[in-house]
């Protein structure tokens, strides 16, 4: 998308209400904000329950986004690292492309268009 703007994504949380679902919940909708369209899926429902099959899902909580399921969960609960991976992306830090640049030997160019 132009000017820096991400797709805004569907991010389906499977929940059935336990405290480590509601922490997932709370996560989910910390990192996705404003940005990005947020769908608590309760388990205790029948249709959910057989979306979640659809998906693959054996435990809970379980993220989908964008009818991908993701792994973010670790061992012992979430995986918040992962799931802000997967919501908001790899981040770039300023200055890498000129890291880069410099590695490979090409001199530091004032505008775009003159590499």
């Given at each position: 998308m132009s000017g820096g703007r991400r797709r805004r994504?569907?991010?389906e949380v499977?929940?059935?209400g336990c405290p480590c679902c509601t922490e997932a919940v709370e996560l989910v909708e910390f990192l996705?904000?404003?940005e990005h369209d947020v769908e608590i899926r309760d388990m205790h429902d029948p249709a959910v329950v057989a979306a979640a099959a659809g998906?693959?899902?054996?435990?809970?909580?379980?993220v989908?986004?964008?009818g991908r399921l993701t792994d973010n969960c670790a061992a012992l609960g979430l995986d918040e690292e992962t799931l802000t991976q997967a919501i908001v992306g790899p981040t770039r830090?300023?200055?890498?492309?000129?890291?880069r640049r410099r590695r490979r030997g090409r001199p530091r160019s004032t505008s775009r268009g003159a590499r």
């Open positions: 994504r569907k991010i499977f929940t059935a996705a904000g404003t998906y693959g899902i054996r435990r809970l909580p379980a989908v986004i964008d830090r300023p200055g890498n492309r000129a890291l």
